[in-house]
């Protein structure tokens, strides 16, 4: 089974910067999109920012300007750099995968979670 796994949370201070990684099967990368989601605590899970296979990014306004998502292919591992982090940036940050061929999608796939909190 395809199997995601997000590092790198941890906390800071408002104003700082983290870099999250998500390692999955070399595959992946090249058969699905990928990207970034988050939870706060009572609020519902949201797209920060996905990258396709060859590489378009987009994000969330919230986090436009500030976060940078990329994938190393040699390393089989997918990134969010945070920068100028909020405190409402605080929440549990999960990678996607998303998987389609030419038969359609064939696989949806989420990491366990990473906590990011930020601190004033």
């Known amino acids: 089974q395809v199997q995601l796994v997000e590092s790198g949370g941890g906390s800071v201070q408002a104003g700082g910067s983290l870099k999250l990684s998500c390692a999955g099967p070399?595959?992946?990368?090249?058969?699905?999109?990928m990207g970034w989601y988050r939870q706060a605590p009572g609020k519902d899970r949201e797209l920060v920012s996905t990258?396709?296979?060859?590489?378009?990014?987009r994000y969330a306004d919230s986090v436009k300007g500030r976060f940078t998502i990329s994938q190393d292919n040699a390393k089989d591992t997918l990134y969010l750099q945070m920068n100028s982090l909020k405190t409402e940036d605080t929440a549990v940050y999960y990678c996607?995968?998303?998987?389609?061929?030419?038969?359609?999608?064939?696989?949806?796939?989420w990491g366990q979670g990473t906590q990011v909190t930020v601190s004033s």
């Open positions: 070399g595959y992946i990368f090249s058969s699905c999109g």
């Open positions: 990258i396709s296979s060859d590489g378009a990014t």
């Open positions: 996607k995968a998303e998987c389609s061929n030419h038969d359609g999608l064939w696989g949806s796939f």
